[in-house]
């Protein structure tokens, strides 16, 4: 782990974080932490959580496939948006989430691939404006009120394609946005390989300049780490940049050691957490939790504030048998839970979340 994992590691627990100091001023009577200095400080042990129980706003978007349309006359397609309320307590342990599906708004637009749209996968805060990705056509939407104003378009692969990228994943990271899909070969049934689109991830800047990225010996190595070569695989719909910890985190929907197959992908949910530095050359995987229904899998996880990116919130999405759920949890990056599985109400699939920052 080495010294500064091991410093950083105190604030895994959250009731732990008032022992950081007396940490430091051990290591610093060993001479550990004066050796340590000549190397930069990693931005990891500046960061100080919030000790007071306090409130967030919460917004959850959703990406219905099919059921996104609406009658055929007017040409007009809609995603959910849910708003929220997450509650948590000075010392991390009480976290608790409500939502208010009365206020529930349709976010509209009349712009679709072949008859689908809307199809939001995730949701962010970039240059003032909340984004959301469209799965289907491969537009970035700014969401304003119920409003989905075109912004950025995104096609597959390595950029010379006629499709739309099927982007599943947002991350922030140096003042840009990062896009992906699911980061995994498209096979037939003999398994031969049909496409890697979904290999290659997409960097857009504040003024919508996008460059396109081959990410395949990075999805590789991450599959490889977490224990899944091909032909088996992850799908990635929950992934993060953390710029406390300066490291990526991904949280697959699925995980299997076998081929893909689309009936048994449906009970393939998974709860590792994989972790990689910023060249990915050092991983680590985590549970969060013991794995009891693989119906459900991660389709979306956000940082809670004030926690020094070391709780978060996830959404968990189900799609078995023609029917779809959502639920919402709590967890650190140690896999320790603290808010088991709670349904959103109704049988819609929410895919993207976004906590308000005060």
Request: charged share 25%; aromatic share 10%; hydrophobic share 40%.
């Amino acid at each position: 782990m080495g010294l500064f994992g091991l410093i950083s590691g105190v604030a895994h627990y959250p009731n732990m974080w008032s022992l950081t100091f007396p940490v430091l001023v051990l290591l610093s009577g060993f001479g550990l932490l004066r050796d340590a200095q000549a190397a930069p400080m990693p931005q990891e042990l500046i960061c100080v959580p919030d000790v007071v129980d306090r409130t967030y706003d919460l917004i959850a978007i959703t990406d219905m496939d099919k059921d996104a349309g609406g009658s055929p006359s007017d040409w007009t397609w809609r995603a959910v948006k849910r708003k929220g309320q997450l509650t948590i307590s000075g010392d991390g342990e009480k976290i608790a989430v409500n939502w208010d599906p009365s206020a529930d708004q349709n976010v509209t637009t009349h712009l679709n691939v072949k008859g689908r749209a809307m199809e939001l996968s995730d949701l962010a805060l970039f240059n003032g404006h909340l984004i959301s990705p469209d799965d289907k056509t491969g537009m970035i939407y700014q969401i304003e009120g119920q409003k989905a104003i075109p912004w950025v378009f995104l096609n597959s692969g390595p950029g010379n394609t006629t499709n739309g990228m099927k982007a599943e994943w947002m991350a922030l990271k140096d003042g840009q946005l990062y896009v992906g899909g699911h980061g995994t070969e498209y096979r037939a049934k003999d398994g031969s390989i049909v496409s890697t689109d979904s290999m290659w991830i997409k960097i857009v800047s504040a003024d919508g300049a996008v460059q396109h990225k081959d990410w395949t010996k990075n999805y590789e190595k991450i599959r490889d780490a977490a224990g899944f070569p091909a032909p088996g695989y992850l799908t990635h719909e929950a992934v993060q940049w953390s710029k406390v910890h300066h490291r990526w985190f991904f949280i697959p929907r699925r995980h299997s050691k076998k081929i893909y197959d689309e009936e048994a992908d449906e009970r393939r949910g998974s709860n590792k957490i994989i972790s990689a530095d910023e060249n990915f050359d050092d991983f680590y995987t985590i549970d969060i939790g013991a794995l009891k229904d693989r119906k459900r899998g991660f389709s979306a996880f956000a940082f809670i504030p004030g926690t020094c990116d070391e709780l978060a919130l996830g959404i968990k999405s189900v799609e078995f048998k023609g029917t779809t759920e959502s639920y919402i949890t709590a967890f650190d990056l140690m896999g320790n839970i603290y808010l088991e599985d709670q349904r959103l109400q109704g049988n819609l699939k929410f895919e993207g979340l976004y906590i308000v920052k005060k």
